[in-house]
């Protein structure tokens, strides 16, 4: 594939966006961007943002716009995001998604993977995140092959706070109430394209490939 690709990953916590990011990101060499991995990096290092931002992501909810789209401008103008990008986690609200347009970021792909809350709810108990480096595992359907450390750095393995199931179930409601109204946003501007979370991360891996290539 030639074309620049600068693609948003929507879906609801859980459903798979870290670790299709993360192929995606290794598959084109284009870096993969949380927001959350950011934010959570800056709470581990107990910077002002981390500080502002802490109670939130306890909780549950959404941090202010104003914060993320800081962090977003910044990321976005570093070198390595010249020729193209994954933004996992932002937008999450549409005024972000607007700062995005006004910052003149050309979107040229959005996928929305789409998982029952249910199957989300007993999805999070198993997810780990490595302390050092932000990589994603699960238990279950992506373990990491060195056990409780990470595979990529070698860093501890955690759960994280907010996959504790009442902030799941939080999580849940804010991603029904503030971020599914961007799938319309997206659709008026025929960039979505929607993709089932299966059980199997290959095979999720394998239609999401097809919305980024077909
Ligand atoms: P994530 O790792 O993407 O699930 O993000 C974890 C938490 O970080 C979210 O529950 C929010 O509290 C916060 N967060 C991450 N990205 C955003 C965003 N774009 N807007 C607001 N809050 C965010």
Redesign the pocket.
Known sequence: MNRAIKLILLGA??AG??TQAEIISKKYAIPAI???????SAIANGTELGKA?AS??E???????A??IDI?KERLAAPDCRNGFIL??????VP?AQALEDMGVEITDVISIEVPDETIMTRMSGRRVCEVCGATYHTIYNPSPRGGLCGVCGGQLTV?K?DKPEVVSE?LA?YHRQTEPLKAYYADKDILKIVVGQEKLEDTTALTAKALEG
């Open positions: 916590p859980g966006k870290g949380s927001t959350g991995a950011i934010i959570r931002a939130y992501i909780r549950g909810e959404l941090v202010p716009d914060v993320v977003i996992d986690g932002f937008p999450r609200t972000q994280r907010d999580r804010v």
